[in-house]
Nanobody, 125 residues
Framework: QVQLVESGGGLVQAGGSLRLSCAVS????????MGWLRQAPGKEREFVAG????????DYADSVKGRFIISRDNAKNTLYLQMNSLKAEDTAVYYC??????????????????WGQGTQVTVSL
């Protein structure tokens, strides 16, 4: 069973940046596509970004496209989410997630089978 541990969340001012990390264990990391989800207070969990097994192909929610960058380091079994130009509406708990189909880049919430405990990101005005 895969274990996912997110880190790097915190409080940041609007316009600032944060980089989230996700340490993955329990599975050969390079064998699976990965992604990030988020859930804002009072809202449904939503897709943020997905990445292929070797990091060549990525996909983003329209709300973060051009501001967020998903990447991975297979040698370190770690997934990243670089978040730039943060807005108040980016405030949410962010989750690292594994899809049902390991070879397909996840592009929607329903593509994901499991996720970690999450890390809180708060963007102040």
């Amino acid at each position: 069973q895969v274990q996912l541990v997110e880190s790097g969340g915190g409080l940041v001012q609007a316009g600032g940046s944060l980089r989230l990390s996700c340490a993955v264990s329990g599975r050969t990391f390079s064998s699976t596509t990965m992604g990030w989800l988020r859930q804002a207070p009072g809202k449904e969990r939503e897709f943020v970004a997905g990445i292929s097994r070797h990091g060549i192909t990525t996909d983003y929610a329209d709300s973060v496209k051009g501001r967020f960058i998903i990447s991975r380091d297979n040698a370190k079994n770690t997934l990243y989410l670089q978040m730039n130009s943060l807005k108040a509406e980016d405030t949410a708990v962010y989750y690292c997630a594994v899809p049902y189909y390991f070879a397909v880049v996840p592009v929607r919430l329903g593509d994901f089978a499991s996720w970690g405990q999450g890390t809180q990101v708060t963007v102040s005005l």
